[in-house]
């Protein structure tokens, strides 16, 4: 088990900027590929951004490219997601997700993950 701990969310205007944190127990987080997971009410939940387990492999959904930007400190056994320019679209619950790895990749499919944090609300007021 890795249990996972996002933070960060909150209420922000359109156009403005948080940083989302997800904080990971246990020795092996560097083994771990790493995604962030949207999901808005009444919506299934939606892929938004992976990082392989060195950091240097990044993916983005094509809605949140160029404004969203996801990282790790390994040493932290954290995974941050930066969200810029936010759009009232934005708004959900975001939740991070783990997968133990070998290979240096990234993953879209959220049945690919196997550890799933409890999430943290975004809204974006226009």
């Known amino acids: 088990q890795v249990p996972l701990v996002e933070s960060g969310g909150g209420l922000v205007q359109a156009g403005g900027s948080l940083r989302l944190s997800c904080a990971a127990s246990?020795?092996?987080?560097?083994?771990?590929?790493m995604g962030w997971f949207r999901q808005a009410p009444g919506k299934e939940r939606e892929f938004v951004a992976a990082?392989?387990?060195?950091?240097?492999?990044?993916d983005y959904a094509d809605s949140v490219k160029g404004r969203f930007t996801v990282s790790r400190d390994n040493a932290k056994n954290t995974v941050y997601l930066r969200l810029n320019s936010l759009k009232p679209e934005d708004t959900a619950v975001y939740y991070c997700?783990?997968?133990?790895?070998?290979?240096?990749?990234?993953?879209?499919?959220?049945?690919?993950?196997?550890?799933w944090g409890q999430g943290t609300q975004v809204t974006v007021s226009s």
């Open positions: 246990g020795r092996t987080f560097s083994s771990y590929a």
């Open positions: 997700t783990g997968r133990a790895v070998r290979s240096n990749g990234s993953y879209r499919g959220a049945s690919m993950y196997d550890y």
């Open positions: 990082i392989s387990w060195s950091g240097g492999i990044t």
